[in-house]
């Protein structure tokens, strides 16, 4: 049974199939990072960095493993995005100016605001419109990975949770199919469910739950890694900061109190 970090003995085959987030301490409870071709969930409440830790995941794949990216930005527009990240030394834009990143606006139509995007999904929330998008432009810059933040936005559209878990499903697997390891932020409002609809997560490979709990008078950070489908991970709950340059995950110690 897996105990603490995985067993660092991955076989060939198993490392070739992985893609590395390069958030420290992160892969080393998953195997080796994620499984690739797959979608995964990542989980939290308001405050715990989930935009923060996927957007370093995309952002790793560009500058360290030659894996270009899309964003797909449904709750903020683009140039918040990119001014909110420069505090971590991260230039988004530069990736951009040099063809390895495209940040896909869906958020400036829905709030009826021009956009002087490169990139702009002109329909608010059309599913179709947005998959079409992302084909496109994952076939203009041969992207590998990509982000969703966030489908809270999309499942507030669409109301219906079986709508939701259906559009999902469509999202989730036309990423796959395009090549595409993919993370999708969801915001819940507490720890009692991983997924705000009560859907998100049965549509995707993975899930990722990031915690910003109050204890006492200070407020405490600690992630687990809810479910990988074919993959072992840590059950543990670990600590994580978000330091100046990112997320760095603390794979050998744990949280044992649920406060």
């Keep these: ?130 998959m079409d998008q992302i084909i496109a432009v994952q076939e203009e810059l041969d992207a590998k990975r990509a982000l969703i933040d966030s489908t809270t936005s999309i499942g507030f559209y669409l109301q219906d949770p079986a709508k939701i878990r259906v559009e999902l499903l469509k999202l989730s697997t036309t990423l796959e199919v395009l090549g595409l390891t993919s993370v999708m932020t969801c915001e819940i409002l507490d720890d009692s469910t991983p997924s705000r609809f009560g859907v998100e997560n049965f549509v995707t490979e993975g899930t990722v739950v990031l915690y910003y709990k109050r204890h006492e008078n200070v407020r405490m950070r600690s992630m687990e890694i809810y479910k990988m489908r074919g993959s072992d991970h840590s059950k543990k709950i670990h600590p994580y900061d978000i330091t100046p340059t990112g997320f760095v995950i603390h794979p050998h110690e744990e949280v044992y109190s649920t406060f």
């Excluded at 690739?36 to 996927?54: A, C, H, M, V």
């Excluded at 957007?55 to 493993?65: A, C, D, E, L, S």
């Excluded at 683009?78 to 958020?107: H, M, S, T, Y």
């Design 1 to 130: 049974m897996f105990d603490g970090a995985v067993n660092e003995e991955i076989s060939m085959d198993d490392a070739e199939n992985r893609v590395k987030t390069g958030i420290p301490g992160f892969d080393e409870l998953c195997g080796g990072g994620f499984i690739r071709d797959r979608t995964y969930l990542i989980s939290g409440t308001s405050g715990s960095g989930k935009t923060n830790f996927s957007i370093q995941y995309v952002y790793n794949g560009i500058t360290k493993y030659g894996e270009n990216g899309i964003i797909v930005a449904t709750e903020e527009r683009p140039d918040q995005i990119r001014e909110n990240v420069l505090k971590f030394g991260w230039d988004l834009e530069a990736l951009e100016e040099e063809g390895k990143l495209a940040i896909i606006d869906a958020c400036s139509t829905k709030i009826g605001i021009p956009s002087q995007e490169k990139y702009v999904d002109v329909r608010p929330f059309d599913m179709r419109s947005m």
